[in-house]
């Protein structure tokens, strides 16, 4: 909680409004500890609000004496119309995070039966779960450790084997709608675009906030859309899909035959009878990681860029270090 209260004030003093997630489901036993907590929240931390799931929250928020917004998460599983009227009495809610799967039609009728004290929040990039909206027991079943509770060990991105097939047959590809945002951007009650960030870095937040404030501001200038686009290429996530956003042109984010690791490819592994090398498609910059393969593939390896090197240039993979040359790539 101090932590939270120290970064808090750093965005404050930014011009930068903290919401503070909740949403997960609560168990009967954490009511006390979800009060005390959101009661810190309060009195430490100095939140401007809280993202929440269970409906509990909006009772522990007033005994609390929490005075900021309370936003209904996806989770919260409000994904059509008659939905949104049965908040019409819940004055405490503000805006509702609608689902990464609905199309940009569904969501333009959301927001015509959307009651008058609520606006909508809309995902525009970032990770997809094989799950509907991330209510997903994966985690949870194979080793105790659950998604919705903070604790997903991803097991949808990892390998499965189907008779003589062996792939990641369940790991999608990241939501990216780049220029598809002027499409949304005169919804009048979408009051804010949703960039999935879970455990990135200030990386992936500086490139892709960057490029969508581009796209939102100067989307009508082409080089503006271009520069846009390059930042996003830049941020290190997975190839990207538009998903079911389009109604008449729906993508599967499922491909076994693409690749779906994070990352921006910068080479392909090469022997030719001496040390692993590579030549970088880009310029490397001391202290830039490199990441050989997947976490699961045999010989994965992370290393640090000590010196920098040229486009074209050649990185000796050190010898003490021996990734399987056979498919890696970077």
């Not at 309370?70 to 609608?98: C, D, E, I, Y």
């Not at 990681?289 to 993979?317: A, N, S």
């Given at each position: ?77 409000v994904?059509?119309?008659t ?5 019409q ?27 008058d ?16 909206s ?18 997903c ?50 990386h ?127």
């Amino acid at each position: 909680m101090a932590e939270l209260a120290a970064l808090t004030d750093l965005a404050h003093k930014q011009n930068s409004t903290v919401y503070v997630t909740l949403n997960t489901l609560i168990k009967p036993n954490e009511l006390a500890d979800c009060r005390h907590m959101i009661h810190a929240i309060t009195r430490d931390a100095l939140a401007d609000g809280i993202i929440f799931q269970d409906p509990a929250v909006i009772e522990l928020a007033g005994q609390a004496g929490f005075k900021g917004v309370l936003h209904l998460s996806t989770l919260g599983n409000v994904s059509f119309p008659t939905a949104l009227k049965s908040l019409q009495p819940v004055k405490r809610v503000t805006r509702v995070v609608a689902p990464r799967e609905l199309t940009v039609d569904e969501i333009k009728t959301m927001a015509l039966h959307c009651p008058d004290h609520l606006s909508l929040e809309v995902f525009i990039h970032g990770a997809l779960c094989y799950a509907v909206s991330g209510r997903c027991y994966w985690s949870s079943f194979l080793g105790g450790k659950s998604g919705l509770r903070g604790s997903c060990v991803q097991p949808c991105r990892r390998i499965y084997r189907q008779k003589e097939a062996q792939n990641r047959f369940f790991s999608a590809a990241d939501l990216s709608l780049d220029v598809l945002v002027k499409v949304i951007k005169p919804i009048k009650k979408v009051a804010a675009w949703k960039i999935e960030g879970r455990k990135k870095g200030a990386h992936y937040v500086y490139y892709t906030v960057s490029a969508y404030k581009m796209l939102r501001d100067e989307g009508h200038d082409p080089k503006i859309r271009k520069d846009a686009q390059a930042l996003l290429d830049q941020a290190l996530g997975r190839p990207g899909t538009r998903y079911n956003f389009l109604s008449h042109r729906r993508y599967n984010p499922l491909d076994s035959d693409r690749q779906t690791g994070s990352g921006l490819r910068v080479g392909t592994i090469a022997t030719g009878g001496k040390a692993p090398y590579f030549k970088p498609r880009l310029p490397l910059f001391p202290n830039d990681r490199i990441r050989v393969g997947y976490e699961d593939q045999k010989g994965h390896i992370t290393l640090k860029v000590k010196r920098g090197v040229p486009k074209g240039g050649t990185f000796k993979v050190p010898s003490r270090k021996k990734p399987d040359t056979k498919s890696s790539s970077l």
